[in-house]
């Protein structure tokens, strides 16, 4: 079997009446990770059955050809056709990329679906990936993230403040603006740094994930809700270029692999989920909800930071906008539509 | 055969090849992956191959050499290199090692044997092979070979003591196994202990045996004094400052004063200060240590920087392909599957790195080892005493390349590989000891949190 | 049994065996003051860490800028140290073979290995290096972390600077070599 190669002539259909393509693609997770590491492998798998074996895209695992943070710029430039990732690994070179991938208070997973798919959201995302050559698909959208893994409890903002913490993205910055001790340790350190307390606590990712790292062992408070990341939405990210000459017959294809990877992820990601908080607890550890007050003021400051970003780019300030109003008006929705979560 | 599987073979064949004529290993390596991508481009478009390696594709070397670049674990190896080379440079390792042969001059093989200690307490600090090398290299090597031990004795101690740092805890090999396996690090760091340890105990029972057996491997020196008072105190007087060092490296990792990583600061800074008060910090040595750990860091990323473009191409070849349909043509039983991937890892560790061994074959073999039902744990440690192991083997053992980069330029390497070649040994022996005790990995990781 | 210390501090066998010529007798000069001035970055770096470590310890304060500074130090004192380890030639060798060659023959394996591998390497890395940091330049990157470094250009841009300085060492090295089997450029020994 060769390895992948950008799409042959055109009109080679290979006998199947589809178009035969060959493309290399790349993961930002490994595929022994539950839920997020598998949309890629679904989709290549999907696309090979449904094409007859005409499209073959071989998935690589993170750092096997492409780092793991180099998946735009290796895309953008053909070095690999595709790449699957959680585009917020972006936001030093395209700020905007954090809000189409996790946003601190902002949608959850099914309204952001919503937004996506009809409230203008995959035209917005489009157009900030054009002028990066790059045409990103949603391909995987999952559940909130944890508020993180704390070696003692969390009852005031002081104490959430008072701590030595690993925190990404948007949700760093909003804890640096209230004075948190804010690091970034390299993510094969956080379990060594938290056992032996040289950090006090880490967010990483959502329980079912978080288990396999074994954060249980040597943090025994995992507090809840996850405010900075309230959905997750990775996606695959397309040459443009090899994008464009794609039939659409092709490009379908791709667009439907794509929604039934982010179903199948979503559901996977919910069924998961409960049976590990509950063993969490069987092992002792608390896992307990962030007070309200504390999320109020986290809220706060967010705005502020979101505010702050939105000045400084025009991609950030039209995205935000969008997904602002169209909370506005979910809203009345989401807060009759549902039974409150208590029930 | 595929034209991609004869290229690959190719690619690897004129790999041995061409370092065997003495040009840089880095820019065997580095050129090697221009060669075939040129050769890959003429077939596509005079013969109408279709290979998949063009310049977009090799042009990702730039991207891989960038993650090196901001690889934060990496920034440890300058850090211990620096603390080697100040102890050394200040006298305080030649003290320590001096004072050590006048108490264990008398004891055959008691200088390789304070060298594994050493390495053994060096090992819980980093888990980077090139720094814990050139660290005992300098320490170590000058003092063996001045007592008249064998030069193939003292390198290939030297080696195998530097590579117990990727497998006793922190350890990158290990932190990136977890992460491909999605596995806790932290059973992981505690499997390896054990076996770790035990692969330390073989080889001082190794250098024991082997100093009595041959009385010329591991000299008594002529000079050897009688073990007197005076020769203790000086021995502890010296060894103090060093082991106090190491001491407050790990100290600092375990206190959760620092992760490993800044730990190595630590330890650098130490060695500094140490050199400060015993007055010999003058400004000439600060500056023949800083200019030393440049060319010593620079020369270990060169190989890397060579190895990351080469196998980037060999992979787009197909190289992994060959390796992974040979690995699964396999017709054993469940126990005879693990020997059979362990003895192929083994095999390919004389060839490939680590890092490309633990990308390629780690994910494919895990689950299958997994669905045979056995300890992933007790697998993957395994995995990772063959990977050590991969260090040392001739012709590309990175343990042996980084010696030869830092030892007097009379020793070759011919010699260090006669050197490490008792030490292979006595790995497969430890993998053998693991393998029929499956406690010695599971027992700790249970005992644990 | 005493050793002297001012003895085993000459770890690096340099391989001086072919003569100079005035490209790398300019080259040497050049690139030894170069490491000397490059090499106080470990002086740095230390210091970084030690300050991070007791700020973070002692008042409980994580600065992400102070862990960045440690790899871009990291990486400019290995990428700038390429050309000095190229220009005195601090390389592995695998000597089995290379030991025992005269040196007429070890002048052609390093004809034939810079000229058919070294030089295509750095070129296309050098060329490759390029776009790779113009277009962190257009979209102006910066660090994804919080607080973390602005400008990765500038960072990124020591890439391309310590892959020509290594260009330049082993044309340098090449003329040496040449100096040697051809008598061209004349040597100055
Ligand atoms: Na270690
Ligand atoms: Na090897």
Redesign the pocket.
Same mark, same amino acid.
């Given at each position: 079997r060769p390895p992948g190669v950008a799409s042959e002539s055109q009109n080679s259909t290979g006998g199947t009446g589809f178009e035969i393509v060959r493309w290399r693609a790349t993961s930002s997770f490994t595929s022994n990770l539950p839920i997020i590491g598998q949309p890629p492998h679904r989709v290549a798998d999907n696309l090979a059955r449904m094409s007859g074996g005409a499209f073959q895209m071989q998935v690589f695992e993170p750092g096997e050809i492409v780092p793991a943070l180099e998946i735009t710029e290796s895309v953008k430039e053909g070095k690999v056709q595709a790449g699957f990732q959680w585009v917020g690994y972006d936001q030093g070179r395209i700020p905007a990329s954090t809000l189409i991938s996790a946003v601190p208070f902002g949608m959850e997973p099914i309204e952001f679906s919503a937004w996506w798919y009809y409230g203008g959201g995959r035209e917005l995302g489009e157009a900030l990936y054009a002028p990066h050559n790059v045409m990103p698909i949603l391909c995987g959208l999952t559940v909130p993230e944890t508020a993180g893994w704390f070696r003692g409890p969390v009852e005031s903002l002081d104490d959430l403040l008072g701590m030595k913490i690993r925190f990404a993205g948007l949700g760093g910055k909003v804890l640096q603006r209230l004075g948190a001790s804010v690091t970034m340790i390299p993510a094969g350190e956080i379990f060594q740094a938290l056992e032996k307390g040289a950090i006090d606590a880490t967010e990483f990712s959502m329980p079912a994930v978080d288990q396999l790292l074994g954060f249980s062992r040597v943090a025994k408070y995992n507090y809840f809700p996850g405010w900075h990341q309230t959905f997750s939405a990775a996606h695959l990210q397309i040459n443009l270029d090899e994008w464009n000459s794609l039939r659409n017959q092709t490009k379908t294809m791709i667009r439907v692999a794509c929604r039934a990877a982010a179903m199948e992820v979503i559901s996977e990601a919910e069924y998961l989920q409960g049976a590990v908080i509950q063993d969490f607890e069987q092992q002792g550890v608390v896992t307990d909800m962030l007070s309200t007050e504390i999320l109020e003021q986290l809220r706060a400051v967010t705005r502020e930071v979101l505010d702050e970003e939105a000045a400084k780019d025009e991609h950030f300030a039209k995205i935000l906008k969008s997904q602002r109003e169209f909370s506005e008006v979910y809203r009345y929705w989401k807060t009759r539509g549902y039974l409150p979560r208590s029930f | 055969m595929s034209i991609n599987d004869l290229l690959s073979i190719l690619m690897f064949v004129s790999f041995i090849g061409l370092i065997l004529t003495g040009f840089p290993v880095a820019w065997v390596l580095g050129g090697l992956s221009i060669v075939f991508t040129v050769i890959a481009i003429v077939l596509d478009i005079d013969l109408g191959f279709t290979l998949g390696v063009d310049w977009a594709y090799a042009s990702l070397s730039v991207n891989r050499v960038w993650d090196v670049m901001k690889n934060w674990v990496l920034v440890a190896l300058p850090l211990f290199i620096f603390m080697g080379m100040m102890l050394e440079h200040s006298g305080i390792a030649s003290d320590l090692m001096n004072n050590l042969s006048r108490v264990f001059g008398r004891v055959r093989g008691g200088l390789a044997i304070s060298v594994t200690i050493i390495g053994v307490l060096?090992?819980?600090?980093?888990?980077?092979i090139g720094a814990?090398v050139v660290l005992l290299a300098l320490l170590g090597l000058p003092v063996m070979l001045a007592n008249g031990y064998r030069p193939s004795l003292a390198t290939g101690t030297v080696c195998a003591v530097g590579t117990?740092? %990727?497998? %006793?805890?922190?350890?990158i090999m290990l932190v990136l196994m977890a992460d491909r396996l999605a596995m806790p690090v932290g059973d992981l760091f505690l499997g390896a202990m054990v076996p770790?340890l035990i692969l330390g105990a073989l080889y001082i029972f190794y250098l024991l045996m082997i100093s009595r057996l041959d009385k010329r491997a591991a000299p008594v020196p002529a000079d050897a004094e009688p073990v007197s008072v005076a020769a203790l105190l000086g021995v502890f007087r010296a060894v103090l400052a060093p082991v106090g060092l190491i001491l407050a490296v790990l100290g600092s990792i375990f206190f959760g004063l620092a992760t490993?990583t800044e730990a190595a600061g630590v330890g650098a800074f130490g060695a500094m200060l140490l050199a400060l008060l015993r007055k010999r910090l003058k400004l000439s040595v600060l500056t023949d240590v800083l200019q030393q750990t440049t060319t010593t860091t620079a020369f270990i990323f060169a190989i890397f920087v060579g190895a990351t473009a080469y196998s980037l191409v060999l992979r787009g070849l197909g190289g992994d392909e060959l390796i992974e349909s040979a690995l699964f043509g396999l017709p054993f039983g469940p126990t005879g599957v693990v020997i059979t991937i362990l003895f192929v890892t083994f095999l390919l560790g004389f060839f490939l790195d680590w890092i490309e061994i633990s990308l390629i074959i780690l994910p494919l073999v895990a689950p299958v080892v997994q669905s045979l039902g056995f300890d992933l744990v007790w697998f993957t440690v395994m995995f990772a005493v063959c990977l050590q192991t991969s260090f040392l083997t001739p012709p590309v053992g990175f343990a042996i390349f980084y010696l030869k980069g830092v030892a007097p330029e009379d020793i070759d390497v011919r010699t260090i590989y006669r050197g490490v070649l008792p030490f292979i040994l006595l790995q497969l022996l430890g993998l053998a000891l693991i393998f029929i005790w499956k406690p010695l990995v599971t027992w700790l990781p249970s005992q644990a949190y | 049994m005493q050793v002297d210390a001012s003895k085993i501090s000459e770890v690096f066998p340099h391989r001086e065996r072919f003569p100079h010529t005035r490209l790398s007798a300019f080259t040497r000069r050049s690139f030894q003051r170069l490491l000397w001035g490059l090499s106080w970055i470990w002086f740095g770096l230390i210091g970084v860490v030690v300050i991070n470590v007791t700020m973070r310890y002692l008042f409980g304060e994580g600065r992400i800028e102070f862990e960045e500074i440690q790899w871009h130090l990291y990486s400019v004192g290995f990428l700038i140290g390429l050309a000095t380890c190229m220009d005195t030639d601090n390389h592995v060798r695998v000597d089995i073979f290379h030991a025992n060659m005269s040196l007429r023959q070890q002048a052609w394996v390093e004809l034939y290995g810079l000229l058919l591998l070294f030089f295509p390497f750095a070129i296309a890395m050098l060329a490759f290096s390029i776009p790779f940091v113009s277009y962190s330049f257009e979209i102006g990157e910066v660090s994804d972390a919080p607080g973390g470094l602005p400008y990765r250009w500038a960072i990124k841009s020591f890439l391309p600077l310590g892959i020509a300085l290594m260009l330049l060492a082993a044309v340098s090295r090449l003329s040496r070599v040449t100096a040697y089997l051809f008598g061209w450029p004349r040597n100055v020994d």
């Open positions: - | 060096l090992a819980a600090t980093t888990g980077i814990s117990l740092g %990727i497998l %006793i805890p922190p350890s770790g490993p | -």
